[in-house]
């Protein structure tokens, strides 16, 4: 194990003496070093989909409705890390499962806007990303950056997201992260259009995206 994850893991002992594990579906006190019930495991109802944005392939868990908001919820709005915990794990299982987790040479969090980082003072994809490099010992760059918030996607259409989130996003690590193959990572998906931008950017530099996300609206995605 490198030492960066023998640090990860101390420090999420420390953690999780002070505030015990819980489930993170139900929240119902569990063994520490777990982030979900048995019974939760097994009923949780997953929905793996594979879809295409652009030239990426993407991946999610599950479909975005109320029961599973609540773990995206906690995960943002909490600092619940048994939620973070469970998202990673998840994805990283449904990334084995297909066999792409081999390939993968950087994890890349969608990036939050400083702002909206500072308000919460952090950003949660990036300790889901964090966690999933703990999983599978596949180095987290920051190599994108949000440069700019769009206007607030809910009330836009399709297309008009799309065009939204045009110019949001710049990459920063150019020198890291060029023609390789990276998992692009966010917590939820719901038109694809930021997914989308960054994963043109990223490709502009000759490298191969591959996207996963946790839950995901029932939006197509588009087939080429
Ligand atoms: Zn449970």
Redo the contacts with the bound molecule.
């Keep these: 194990m490198k030492p960066r994850n023998k640090l990860y893991e101390i420090s999420n002992k420390f953690l999780s003496e002070l505030y015990p594990d819980r489930?993170a579906?139900?929240d119902?006190i569990i063994d520490a070093g777990n982030c979900?019930?048995a019974?939760?495991n097994e009923q949780f109802p997953r929905k793996p989909e594979i879809f295409r944005l652009g030239k990426a392939t993407c991946y999610s868990v599950c479909e975005y409705n109320e029961e599973n908001k609540k773990i995206v919820f906690g995960a943002k709005d909490g600092r619940d890390f048994y939620k973070l915990c469970f998202m990673a794990t998840e994805i990283h299982e449904l990334l084995k499962y297909y066999g792409v987790i081999s390939e993968i040479e950087a994890i890349i969090p969608v990036p939050a806007y400083f702002l909206k980082r500072l308000k919460r003072g952090f950003n949660h994809t990036e300790k889901m990303t964090r966690h999933l490099s703990y999983l599978s010992g596949i180095d987290t760059v920051k190599a994108v950056r949000k440069i700019k918030e769009a206007a607030e996607q809910k009330a836009l259409n399709r297309t008009d997201r799309m065009k939204n989130s045009e110019g949001s996003y710049v990459v920063r690590e150019r020198n890291r992260i060029r023609n390789k193959t990276v998992l692009l990572i966010d917590d939820v998906s719901t038109t694809g259009s930021t997914l989308k931008e960054i994963s043109r950017l990223l490709q502009k530099d000759g490298n191969k995206v591959i996207c996963a996300v946790f839950a995901k609206t029932p939006y197509k995605g588009n087939k080429e």
């Design positions: 489930c579906v139900c119902a979900v019930c019974d939760c």
